[in-house]
């Protein structure tokens, strides 16, 4: 009996932390190939008929995860499909797909997917009491023989695969990858009540995370049902909540998402500092409080007079542009799906739909293709490709497009295509380069540019983000690339430590970093203007610690009394920059971006009554459920009545900014019905907050508690 | 209670020290000058007076004595009286050496001696020269900065009458009102005016309620003292009138006001 | 008496007795400097640049030293002992970059022989102290600026005790991925993650754990190394191959 590779896990490297979507291979932790077997248990530990199967397990990173969206074996995707094309998920609660799922259920050109378990990285139970759900004893350990000790991986997310090669090939050992929805957050209000735990990529929430798990609770459960302890209210004092919750907010209506994964062993600070670069953001300490910001437009808070600056302290230069990079580049993987081929038509007839590119495409039979930006967007959708023609024309089964509808437009794209290695370069700055580069006067002619370029990393981003981020760093950095050059300057400048404006605002409690402040007229003339604060250095009004000679006289210590400000140009046009549009090589699949949960103060369901009313029932075809909400609530920024827009397989509500979905994957109003919020087709969402395993009979209504 | 042992107790003890010698008010203070406008001045310590005294042609007792007290009181404190200034009591100790010379036999001289006054210091006697030593404390500075800080429901209201012309006014119904002044100094005077709508409110120093002050008079007085407080030892001092929600039974309202103080210096 | 003439009209701005306009105004009192200290015992601190009382940040245990004070505060955590000679260093930056300011503590009082800080510095470390600094202004019962972070001993003179400063979260030394892959258990005994209740320390190995199912780290059973990635010696050497039984 074959025993490769029995058990062998990298050990000595650092468990990785990872938020946002991650492709992941994961640390394999153990591995055995099974002969044969059409046995029944105990051994094989599953009844039925097995060929070659491989068992093996791989841990992604430190728990609590949220889930997959695909698992690719050998770069094939592996998660099942029934025979007309319908998106069979794993399971939520166990990751397993149906054990006997026959081989239509799966590419039959790579391997059938026989088990799939998912386990997030939740506690294990403590010994002497039943295992839960998420994270008991995977039952493929059975396929192990008592050979090894079985273990349950407590806190760590790890996933266990059973797979059988294609029949007659040799591939050699499994080598899994998955599109992995990574760790799950506390989500709070800006009052510091926790409103959810969920998975997200509003970067504000990983960053609390990333404080939360490190420094201020870093020892903690997480309990299968109630998730994380909750923080105390000594723990809760260290954050501002009331702007955490507005950067998480600024941070939605950019349109912003972050994903990233942390495995090379580095401090709390590199790790934080990648974070905030994606989305433009910053950390203060007032009052020994962690705050985060996102930059974007704000208003000055203090005026700097005359009256209060100290003679001769005032001093501007260029220093921030003096030999800095001028050609601005970035790099980061793809979360979009980058586009393969435009579509001229697409049609659907019966449970076919009929597609027909631009250009070639490389479409081949049993690809599964991803369809977005259609004209009619009921196209957007997955496909299965049954077949390609000699023409390129690609028949496909999938999708929810009613019969007997056409439309235009739109791209093709593959799932496993996504997170492409992507890097794009800003335009030059030929201002900055010529002001660098000078070494002949103008009059001389000819240009001698001088390019030092800056690499950013947005780890999994997309092109609209990276650009507009990479732009704000570049504007922010060395101004616009307009002639006559004028670049952001630098100014410090001393205060007198008391000062207090007009309006009564004070300096002490206005000069916190990031602050936007106006220097009038009185201050220097030609300097008046916006400026941010970049530095502060407060000396308060206080005597020398030391008496010379043994007198009794105090004197004031050095620069008593003062506040020294270094400021930084502000020019709110740096937010306004818009990226550029995306050359044909950065197309991507209009749609196709993950789903990207609830983020900034966002929404949970809490409570109240779902009323189904089954409009045709079963036992086949696509009916409509008509649901009437009542007393649903939800911890929202305004209020309002869930509605729903009934449609086919999944019915959403639009009155709630994430979409409340009504899934019935099998069509048939089955134990699959269930209520969770989700932004993608399939659903990708976190929580389910309702299973309906009775769904009620045609013209029937039934009540169910949330 | 080291402030009992009084070096120079008659005018014309030998210990008191040779004329001329020098009444010296160290700074205090930080005046910061910005490129427009007034300078700024904040107090930073509480240092008192400091005087350079000398005694030439003394007797070899005279020396010793001298001598004793600067090292009795290297660490501690005594008082000396400013006879010719008055008969005002200083208490602090000698901060440079006492470094006699025998200028003759039996005739010694001692020089530039250094007297500073220990704030935080009890005395035998405190300054009391109400109409030269103190100064007042309005309500409004020269520059029209309003000095005295408060908590909850006061109004600064116009009166040409008043000391200050301008008083707060308190309306003392809730307990958790107060208004509030830091002086440089030793005793102060509280003033304010008196009516029959005027209530009662605790006079605080230091966190120490002195007393009660009853606002009420049968007809309106403007400019009282209502309040003097002598025995304070030489430092910076929070004063507070703090809202006690109580009026005099014949009165017709709880108002409380504060018109100005007067610190001695 | 000597009277003044009578001041101007007040500023309209800022509010008549409000902090801005005590803050704000052209003479006054210099504010107090308060500096709560809490250490890694539990014991409190209140030290400033002048005597004060007002409600702390942090609070604490009484330290023993205080049961030799002749007149101890009625309330430790609100009497502000005048001990510290000066706070200075402060310096904040937007960016992830953090100083250290400096905070010095008189190490005069005492009695003949032994000095009161001194003291306490030998009593229990001060390293890693909690701290909370603020600028008090006594009038307003209000702070214009507060600063929190820990402290870390620079030196004890004669004279003076000079503490630095390290900033509260300090996550430039704090590990991101502190767990790693190993045949050794990640949690600290005891850990809610490990959550063992018999108060029996284990030596993190699987066969000393004592909750199993929480045990925090792999077990790998070696039947060949040749070609998993590991570098071999360019000598002969035998090939372990060895199978370990739990």
Redesign the interface.
């Known amino acids: 009996m074959p025993a490769q590779n029995l058990t062998t896990a990298n050990v000595g490297i650092p468990i990785p932390l990872a938020y946002g979507f991650n492709r992941i291979t994961g640390n394999q932790l153990g591995f055995i190939t099974n002969p044969p077997s059409t046995s029944t248990p105990p051994y094989p530990p599953m009844a039925g008929s097995f060929p070659l199967m491989q068992v093996g397990f791989w841990a992604g990173g430190e728990g609590e995860w949220d889930g997959p969206d695909s698992v690719f074996i050998f770069n094939s995707r592996m998660l099942a499909y029934s025979s007309n094309g319908t998106y069979i998920p794993p399971d939520p609660t166990t990751g397993t797909i149906p054990p006997d799922g026959s081989s239509d259920y799966t590419s039959p050109l790579v391997g059938t997917l026989n088990f799939f378990h998912f386990h997030p990285g939740v506690d294990a139970a403590l010994n002497g009491h039943p295992d839960n759900a998420k994270q008991g004893l995977d039952s493929l350990w059975g396929w192990f023989k008592g050979l090894v000790t079985s273990l349950r991986y407590t806190r760590t997310a790890y996933w266990g695969i059973g797979w059988t090669p294609q029949i007659g090939s040799s591939p050699g050992a499994m080598t899994p990858v998955l599109d992995m929805r990574c760790m799950r957050c506390r989500i709070y209000d800006a009052s510091g009540n926790q409103i959810g735990y969920q998975f997200t990529t509003n970067t504000i929430w990983h960053v609390v995370d990333m404080y939360l798990r490190r420094i201020v609770k870093p020892e903690y459960h997480i309990d299968a049902t109630l998730g994380p302890d909750p923080l105390t209210d000594a723990e809760r004092n260290c954050f501002r909540w009331d702007l955490i919750a507005a950067a998480a907010d600024a941070f939605d209506a950019l349109g912003f998402s972050g994903s990233y994964a942390f495995t090379a062993g580095g401090n709390v600070s590199a790790a934080v500092e990648q974070m905030l670069l994606v989305c433009r953001g910053y950390r203060q300490f007032p009052a020994g409080q962690l705050a985060l910001y996102v930059d974007g437009p704000r208003d000055p808070v203090f005026t700097v007079a005359g009256a209060m600056l100290l003679p001769n302290s005032f001093q501007a230069d260029e220093s921030l542009v003096h030999q800095n990079p001028n050609r601005y580049i970035a790099n980061w993987l793809e979360t979009n799906l980058p586009a393969v081929c435009e579509i001229a038509t697409i049609s659907r007839s019966g449970s076919t739909t009929t597609i027909t590119t631009t250009g070639p495409n490389p479409c081949a039979e049993h690809d599964f293709i991803v369809v977005g930006g259609v004209e009619d967007d009921r196209f957007d959708s997955g496909y299965w490709v049954q077949s390609v023609d000699d023409s390129g024309v690609i028949t496909a089964i999938g999708g929810s497009a009613p019969d007997s509808t056409s439309s235009a437009g739109g791209f093709i794209g593959y799932l496993e295509a996504r997170f492409s290695k992507r890097a794009a370069e800003a335009p030059p700055h030929q201002q900055h380069q010529m002001a660098m580069g000078q070494v002949l006067p103008p009059s001389a002619g000819g240009s001698r540019l001088k390019r030092v370029k800056v690499t950013y990393d947005y780890a999994n981003s997309t092109w609209q983000q990276a650009m507009l981020v990479l732009l704000y760093e570049r504007y922010r950095d060395i101004g616009a690339d307009v002639a006559p050059y004028q670049p952001p300057q630098k100014v410090q400048l001393t205060l007198w430590s008391e000062s207090v404006d007009t309006p009564g605002n004070i300096l002490w409690k206005r000069a916190i970093c990031g602050n936007v402040i106006t220097l009038d007229e009185t201050v220097f003339h030609e300097f008046a203007g916006l400026w941010e604060i970049v530095e502060v250095e407060p000396h308060g009004l206080q005597v020398d610690p030391l008496l010379q000679g043994g007198g009794e006289i105090p004197q004031p210590s050095a620069n008593a009394g003062t506040i020294i400000l270094t400021l930084q140009q502000w020019n709110a046009a740096r937010f306004s920059v818009t990226a550029p549009v995306a050359t044909a090589s950065f197309q991507v699949v209009p749609g196709s971006f993950l789903f990207s949960g609830a983020g900034g103060t966002s929404w949970a369901v809490t409570g109240g009554t779902v009323t189904l009313t089954s409009a045709s029932g079963p036992p086949s075809g696509t009916y409509e459920i008509t649901v009437t909400w009542s007393g649903i609530t939800g911890t929202a920024p305004a209020g309002g009545l869930l509605d729903y827009d009934d449609g086919g397989v999944a019915v959403y509500s639009n009155q709630f900014p994430i979409q409340v979905v009504i899934y019935d994957p099998t069509s048939e109003g089955g134990n699959c019905v269930s209520v969770y919020p989700s932004g993608s087709t399939p659903p990708g969402g976190s929580s389910v907050i309702l299973t309906v395993a009775s769904p009620p009979a045609l013209a029937a209504s039934a009540s169910y508690t949330v | 209670m080291p402030q009992t042992d009084i070096m120079n107790p008659t005018p014309h003890h030998p210990l008191n020290p040779d004329y001329s010698f020098q009444r010296k008010r160290p700074v205090t203070h930080l005046n910061q000058k910005a490129k427009l406008g007034a300078p700024y001045f904040r107090n930073l310590t509480d240092v008192g007076h400091q005087f350079l005294l000398n005694w030439m042609d003394r007797p070899v007792e005279a020396a010793d004595e001298l001598k004793w007290y600067y090292e009795q009181y290297r660490d501690g404190y005594f008082t000396w009286i400013d006879h010719e200034g008055g008969g005002r009591n200083y208490v602090g100790r000698f901060s440079s050496p006492v470094e006699p010379q025998p200028t003759a036999h039996n005739h010694w001289s001692i020089q530039m001696v250094t007297f500073d006054e220990v704030p935080g210091a009890t005395m035998l006697q405190y300054p009391n020269r109400w109409d030269k030593d103190a100064i007042w404390q309005l309500l409004v500075s020269d520059f029209g900065d309003v000095m005295v800080a408060t908590n909850g429901s006061w109004t600064l209201t116009a009166n040409a009458a008043a000391l200050s012309k301008y008083n707060w006014v308190g309306a003392n119904t809730n307990t958790t009102d107060w208004a509030a002044y830091r002086y440089l100094g030793y005793g102060f005077q509280f003033w304010a005016y008196t009516g029959p709508a005027m209530g009662k409110a605790n006079l605080v120093l230091d966190g120490t309620v002195l007393t009660t002050i009853d606002f009420y008079s049968a007809g309106s007085t403007q400019r009282v003292m209502l309040w003097q407080q002598l025995a304070v030892p030489l430092g910076v001092h929070l004063v507070q009138l703090v809202a006690t929600n109580t009026k005099n039974g014949a009165s017709s309202a709880n108002t409380v006001a504060w018109d100005a103080l007067k610190v001695m210096r | 008496?000597?009277?003044?003439p009578?001041?101007?009209?007040?500023?309209a701005?800022?509010?008549?007795?409000?902090?801005?306009?005590?803050?704000?105004?052209?003479?006054?009192?210099?504010?107090v400097?308060l500096l709560d200290v809490v250490r890694t015992n539990g014991d409190s601190f209140h030290w400033a640049?002048?005597p004060f009382?007002t409600t702390p940040v942090h609070t604490g245990n009484t330290p023993a030293w205080a049961a030799g004070l002749l007149n101890p505060p009625p309330i430790w955590d609100n009497y502000y002992f005048p001990w510290l000679?000066?706070?200075?260093g402060?310096?904040?930056?937007?960016?992830?970059q953090a100083d250290s300011a400096t905070l010095?503590v008189q190490n005069v009082t005492g009695n003949s022989l032994q000095r009161d800080v001194a003291g306490l510095l030998r009593g229990a470390t001060f390293e890693g102290a909690l701290f909370?600094f603020r600028?008090f202004?006594?009038?307003?019962?209000e702070a214009?600026?507060?600063?929190?972070?820990r402290l870390t001993l620079v030196s004890a003179g004669e004279?003076?005790c000079q503490f630095g400063t390290v900033?509260?979260?300090?996550?430039?030394?704090?590990?991101?991925?502190?767990?790693?892959?190993?045949?050794m258990c990640?949690w600290t005994y005891a850990?809610?993650?490990c959550?063992d209740a018999t108060n029996n320390p284990c030596q993190n190995t699987?066969s000393t754990c004592r909750?199993?199912?929480?045990?925090?780290?792999?077990?790998?059973?070696?039947?060949v190394n040749v070609g998993?990635g590991d570098t071999l010696a360019q000598i002969q050497t035998a090939v372990p191959n060895r199978?370990r039984m739990?």
């Open positions: 008496m000597n009277l003044p009578a001041p101007n009209a007040p500023k701005t800022p509010a008549a007795g409000s902090l801005a306009g005590i803050v704000g105004a052209a003479s006054g009192q210099a504010p400097f640049d002048a009382t000679m000066n706070a200075d402060f310096h904040l930056y937007r960016t992830m010095v909370a600028i202004q006594p009038e307003s019962q214009t600026f507060e600063y929190h972070g004279m003076q900033p509260l979260f300090d996550e430039g030394n704090v590990d991101a991925n502190p767990y790693e892959y190993s045949e990640q850990h809610p993650g959550d699987y909750q199993t199912n929480r045990f925090r780290g792999v077990l790998n059973t070696f039947q998993n199978a739990f």
